[in-house]
């Protein structure tokens, strides 16, 4: 956002004359969350000192759990009556323990018998009137109030594990809905009912919840029926057949808008708030065509009873896999525009995939993670190829591979099998996610696709409705393929760390030589790496050679004998390895040679930043490319190579928002009419990323026009343009604008949060010290009424400044102005 307005203030002083130069605004060190995941920093030297995580003992199989609830909205209570049928694993028991996080427990019975029991507000102990054995199957019923709230803890992964959450219950906030919803990963679905919350354990499940009549309820599997009871009272009952983890039980409680449509004789449910109904098909983008491609790529077709997709407000955490009832925070939901520039494809995906890594086939502990998380990481990339294709998938993989490197350059690294984690928590990080995926893509490159997806299916049927590690993986892959794979799977999945290259290439009169060094540092935990590459030598001619090396050494050679003029080199020459490299800067000619003829994602990127220049024929190709960060990157690096007409027909024409906005920008700098001419074309383009860039250009070269704009837009349809508004107003900020801000900023989502907080912070800062305060007390009454994953983490910090500025400034005040003052201020 900071170089829109840069290149606005640029344009000012090319076009008429003005010296002003660009602000500066402080930043935040950002911890901007993935709409999946988090990072959860932790220190591995501590990590790998911790005791070895054993997979929970089990003692008993839990079969089926049926739940009566109804709640307690004031008190934010669950009222439940529990139900579980459960047998002796193998050995006989005379006590059961669950998992009941601070309930109050009214009764425990077997058979109308009541039964003793012992508990300690995490877990309750019940005492069995006999032995049982495995060959006998118990029935006991708990009746109870949960108390979610009241057993809250905070995690890096997940914002809040309060397991079952009440939003606005009392109906305080007119711009929040009243909900209830549930997030059980990992060990949290236990706040609001008795069960074994392991993930080694699954069960079917019954659920029969009372509501307000006028709102609407989602449980997993099917919804049998719907009773209408006294008191504007309904009772749902919802069933699902088949065995999932306690994890993944859930219910989301709303009032939603529900678009519904069958294919396959699947029932596909997407459930918005009321004002996105139009777009709720949308929203959940491709979801049907996703199911089929999914089943029939792994030869497993969708086994759940239907697919429900959900919006919850203020989640805390992206998106959660719940057994064919997803939730969703509500960043994913927006209007018809957006969703067309920025498409929810990737989360959809993520989730979906779940269905069969994490559901079907449940990771049997949290240091398994990846067994769900890379997966579902790897569904992406699947997704995107399949539907995108090759270079968008690439461009989503390089990008996992970046944070990934970036992570664990910063705070170490860790086996993929964590055995020694601190917390659960902890292992929602980049390993389980980025890295799970990262090494399935190698794996898939070194096996090949037919013996790739030929041992997910086998990995699947062996282990459906199952608990897994990821041995049962390996073993999977070496009953299709033959091979021993315990080399692969022991420095990928158990150990640490990656492959860190030194890279050199010589080109000789008839020869090439490549010169590899491992220089990451060999410990017990991080090995040398054994892995495969395969070169690629690319020949001024056009033609190359892709050659297969094997390294196993700390430092090797490969020499090639060649008689053709060489243009470039690639050591990973199909970017499939998972590694760090350092490479010497080569001349522009190599890189000029990798635009040409290379045809893979990051030698084109390459090359795009390192040619200052390139021949008509290049720019050409280039000019007209399928892929549209390509056709945006020539236009970036290359824009005195396309004429105004050209650039104006780009800009009515192309079809990805991003061309469209560069040609915009690039055309704002050829003449002020020019400029002005095509703003007002971008000002109607479909895609509010180009009416944005319309709006930076009319402010830089006519901003009275741009009043008259900026008034409609806020009036008719503000979220798309709140961080454009607020950008352009910090240039020559206001106090007048404060009523802006506390008007819109707790209607900004994701980044724009960031956005418009910073310059809310700087604005009230110039202000009196009560404008401050009040600017202050404004924005921690958001943080209170927030448990949203972003905004809950900029609205605090957003407090911690102001809270700084106004101390400081108080030290000017005396007596009981400053009291007052002090007491607004919440200083002690």
């Known amino acids: 956002m900071l170089n829109h307005i840069a290149s606005a203030l640029t344009l000012i002083c090319l076009l008429s004359g003005c010296t002003k130069k660009a602000f500066d605004l402080s930043q935040y060190d950002q911890q901007l969350l993935d709409t999946v995941f988090v990072t959860a920093p932790r220190d591995i030297n501590v990590s790998k000192n911790n005791p070895y995580r054993t997979t929970t003992q089990r003692t008993i199989d839990l079969l089926h759990t049926n739940l009566e609830l109804s709640f307690d909205w004031e008190a934010e209570a669950v009222i439940g009556e529990a139900t579980l049928d459960l047998a002796p694993l193998f050995y006989p028991i005379e006590e059961v323990m669950l998992d009941a996080k601070g309930f109050d427990i009214h009764s425990i019975s077997m058979n109308s018998k009541a039964l003793e029991y012992d508990y300690d507000g995490l877990q309750v102990t019940i005492f069995l009137d006999r032995k049982y054995t495995k060959a006998e199957t118990l029935t006991i019923a708990i009746t109870y109030t949960a108390h979610p709230s009241a057993t809250e803890q905070n995690s890096t992964a997940i914002t809040s594990n309060k397991g079952l959450f009440f939003i606005d219950p009392k109906g305080i906030y007119p711009d929040k809905p009243t909900q209830i919803w549930t997030q059980g990963e990992t060990e949290y679905n236990s706040k609001w009912f008795p069960t074994v919350d392991k993930p080694n354990e699954r069960c079917s499940q019954e659920v029969y919840v009372t509501v307000p009549d006028t709102l609407v309820t989602l449980s997993n599997g099917k919804l049998i029926s719907s009773k209408t009871l006294e008191n504007g009272m309904r009772q749902d009952y919802w069933k699902q057949e088949l065995p999932h983890a306690p994890y993944l039980f859930m219910l989301a409680i709303g009032d939603y808008a529900v678009v519904e449509e069958v294919k396959d004789d699947i029932l596909y449910q997407y459930m918005v708030y009321p004002e996105y109904e139009p777009y709720a098909k949308e929203v959940f983008n491709h979801t049907p065509e996703m199911v089929q491609f999914f089943g029939e790529m792994l030869g497993y077709p969708y086994p759940w009873d239907k697919y429900s997709q959900v919006i919850a407000s203020d989640y805390v955490s992206g998106a959660m896999e719940n057994t064919s009832a997803v939730i969703f925070g509500e960043f994913v939901q927006n209007d018809g525009r957006t969703l067309v520039d920025e498409p929810n494809d990737k989360i959809v995906a993520h989730e979906l995939f779940h269905h069969w890594f994490g559901d079907l086939v449940t990771c049997e502990s949290w240091s398994n993670l990846t067994m769900n998380e890379g997966f579902a990481n790897y569904g992406e990339y699947l997704w995107l190829e399949h539907k995108y294709g090759s270079y968008e998938a690439e461009k989503h993989r390089v990008e996992e591979l970046q944070s990934y490197l970036t992570t664990v350059l910063t705070n170490g690294s860790h086996d993929l099998i964590d055995f020694h984690y601190g917390n659960k928590e902890d292992m929602f990080d980049v390993h389980s996610y980025n890295k799970g995926g990262l090494v399935l893509h190698m794996l898939r490159n070194k096996l090949g696709d037919a013996a790739f997806f030929a041992g997910l299916n086998l990995y699947l049927k062996d282990n459906a409705f199952s608990s897994v590690e990821a041995h049962d993986l390996r073993l999977a892959y070496e009953e299709i393929t033959g091979l021993d794979l315990n080399p692969f799977f022991n420095q990928w999945y158990f150990a640490s760390g990656q492959p860190m290259l030194d890279v050199e290439y010589e080109v000789l009169d008839q020869s090439i030589v490549i010169k590899v060094e491992q220089g990451q540092a060999i410990t017990k935990d991080v090995p040398l790496f054994h892995f495969d590459v395969r070169p690629i030598i690319y020949y001024q001619d056009g033609s190359s050679d892709t050659l297969h090396w094997t390294i196993d050494k700390s430092v090797d050679s490969l020499v090639y004998n060649t008689s053709k003029e060489v243009g470039a080199l690639v050591f990973d020459g199909t970017h499939d390895l998972l590694a760090g490299f350092e490479e010497a800067p ?121 009043e008259g704009i900026i008034d409609s837009v806020l009036l008719t349809n503000p979220l798309p343009y709140l961080a454009v508004v607020s950008d352009i107003k910090s240039v020559n900020p206001s106090l007048e604008d404060l009523p802006f801000y506390r008007t819109y900023v707790n209607q900004a989502i994701n980044q724009d949060v960031y956005y418009c907080l910073t310059d809310y912070i700087k604005l ?65």
Request: charged share 25%; with cysteine; glycine share 2%.
């Open 586 to 706: 080569q001349s522009q000619d190599w890189y000029a040679t990798l635009l040409k003829y290379s045809t893979e994602y990051q030698d084109i990127k390459l090359g795009f930043d390192n040619v200052p220049e390139l021949d008509q024929s290049t720019i050409a190709k280039y000019k007209i490319h399928p892929f549209h960060e390509f056709r945006m990157l020539a236009l970036a690096h290359y824009p005195d190579y396309y004429s105004t007409t050209e650039l104006e027909e780009i800009l009515l024409s192309d079809k990805h928002f991003s061309v469209r906005k560069k040609a915009l920008e690039t055309l704002a700098f050829r003449s002020k009419d020019i400029a002005l001419r095509n703003a007002t074309v971008g000002m109607g383009d479909a895609s509010y990323n180009v009416q944005s860039e319309a709006m930076y250009i009319l402010y830089a070269l006519n901003p009275s026009d741009l």
């Open 764 to 828: 009230s800062k110039t202000a009196s010290l009560q404008e401050a305060v009040t600017s202050l007390e404004h924005i921690r009454a958001l943080s209170e009424a927030s448990s949203d994953t972003y905004k809950t983490y900029f609205y605090q910090k957003a407090v911690d400044e102001l809270k700084e500025h106004c101390i400081a400034k108080l030290k000017d005040y005396k007596g009981n102005e400053k009291d007052e003052l002090l007491s607004r201020v919440q200083v002690p």
